[in-house]
């Protein structure tokens, strides 16, 4: 048997209290498990959402962190897919292959094993790999918890990196670039040409620009309350910026329409907010106007639009990672990546050892920083 060890983690013991870096046992991997040595993790805003959130009994203590890359310290029984020594992305979305929804192009949620906020491990026990000085469980968080050494992760939420990517823009195809990208690319399958609006220029409101822009989008519309991000949407492609706040009595849509003679081909809604989903639905051209909702909803709230706009031909959609197949998918981008037909390099804005990673937390929460590599080994 694969022998547990010794490892440091960053845990989160309280919803919005630093984490605390402590040594964490780490089991050994189960049956379709694969550990994982973490090269460098970077910081979603989701690990903001979970790090925040109080509502979910019994989640604490948890290692957060699911956009990362890392090398295959050892694997389980049945484990075929990869090998020791492989480099490989752990994602929070499984592909397992086989499923109806995996075959089909429609979908990218797996069936068999479909997304939940999970504790422990996919299948079998279900138990936690992560145990304290203690002996307590350590919670996993969404099937990948990358804020550690080594991880365990089930295989069907390994993507094997068959290219010579840089660690730190492997990383973030984990998540919420591959998000914004798949967006554009997937979910919407922008045509050349066409007009695009994004509603919030966050990190996934930047990738659905640059996935349009891949696309040969003809206008890319970028929409914030900060003024700032024009300048960095114009690495992405952004070619117009229109500011909330300052465009008086007038709606956004009524902004956008008279901007785009009608109204925006695709729209895409990257905050998290049901007012702005629903902006975002009337800032689409009647008769064709897609509206792509990326952002979860921050409190909860349900979506009000109007019907008979749905007649006239407007649709709304939502797209969990962008629409994108991990296994399938993100090999794809990192393939356009190495052709220099994607731009990942600015995404990356900070970098930060281990021990500074709680410094990460309060650069994404001050808007400082895009997204902030945080390196094990640094």
């Known amino acids: 048997m694969i022998p547990t060890g010794d490892a ?13 870096i402590e040594e964490v046992v780490v089991a050994p991997p189960q049956r379709h498990e694969v550990r994982i040595k973490i090269i460098c993790t970077s910081l979603c805003h989701s690990d903001i959402t979970f790090w925040r959130m109080k509502a979910i009994p019994g989640l604490f203590p ?14 389980g029984e049945a484990v075929q897919e990869v090998a020791v020594g492989d480099t490989v992305l ?28 999970r504790m422990g491990m996919l299948r079998g026990d279900e138990a936690a790999r992560f145990t304290d000085a203690a002996g307590a469980a350590v919670h996993h968080c969404i099937n990948v918890s990358s804020f550690v050494e080594y991880t365990v992760v089930d295989v069907a939420h390994i993507v094997k990196v068959h290219k010579p990517m840089p660690p730190a823009v492997a990383a973030l195809l984990s998540c919420g670039i591959s998000t914004g990208v798949g967006g554009a690319w997937k979910a919407a399958d922008v045509e050349p040409g066409s007009t695009v609006a994004i509603f919030g220029l966050g990190a996934v409101g930047l990738a659905a620009a ?4 891949m696309q040969g989008a003809g206008r890319i519309i970028g929409v914030d309350v900060n003024p700032e991000k024009f300048e960095i949407g114009k690495k992405f492609g952004i070619t117009d910026f229109v500011n909330s706040k300052e465009i008086g009595d007038r709606s956004i849509s009524e902004v956008i329409k008279e901007m785009t003679g009608g109204g925006a081909d695709y729209c ?23 509206t792509i909702i ?8 349900p979506i009000s639009v109007n019907c008979r706009e749905i007649l006239r031909g407007r649709s709304i959609m939502g797209a969990f990672m962008g629409g994108m197949k991990p296994k399938t998918d993100i090999p794809i981008l990192m393939e356009k990546y190495i052709r220099k037909e994607l731009n990942l390099d600015d995404f990356i804005t900070h970098e930060v050892g281990f021990e500074d990673i ?20 640094r």
């Open 268 to 290: 895409f809604e990257c905050v998290g907010l049901a007012s702005l989903m629903a902006d975002a639905f009337e800032s689409s051209r009647s008769g064709w106007g897609k």
């Open 8 to 20: 440091p983690a960053a845990v989160c013991r309280a919803a919005g209290e630093r984490l605390q």
């Open 90 to 117: 752990p994602v929070f979305l499984a592909e397992c292959g086989g499923c109806a929804d995996c075959r089909s192009r429609r979908s990218n949620e797996c069936s068999l094993f479909p997304f939940a906020m």
């Open 62 to 75: 948890i290692i957060l962190g699911h956009e990362a890359v890392g090398v295959v310290e050892s694997v």
């Open 294 to 301: 990326l952002g979860v909803e921050k409190h909860g709230s």
């Open 210 to 213: 640059e996935g349009a822009r």
């Open 358 to 377: 709680n410094k990460a937390f309060e650069l994404l929460e001050e808007g400082k920083s895009i997204r902030c590599t945080i390196w094990m080994d």
